[in-house]
């Protein structure tokens, strides 16, 4: 499980693996729902933690999911590299 480094609100989301299934075709899916102008993911592989790094039009990207408990419900997100490191404090 990945830990958010900030919080929201009170209380910080719970963040989890990626969606089951095969690395490429779940990040491919997940990427260019969050991030339309990627048009080709050349490779994506995941880690122990059950999240995808992967790789879109020569940029990188973390895979995972997040519990939204007002909702109720687990949100597909892709997050570039970069922004993974600063706001999440984990590296690709």
Sequence with gaps: MLAFAGSIGN????VGAA????ALAVASRVIKTNFPNCKNVKSAKR?????????????DYLVF????????K???LAMNCVASKRLLNVSC
């Design 74 to 76: 687990t949100i597909e």
């Design 11 to 14: 209380a910080a989301p719970a």
């Design 19 to 22: 969606p089951k299934g095969d």
């Design 47 to 59: 880690s122990a933690d059950g999240s995808i790094r992967a790789t879109c039009d020569n940029v």
């Design 65 to 72: 999911t997040v519990f939204n408990a007002k909702e109720g």
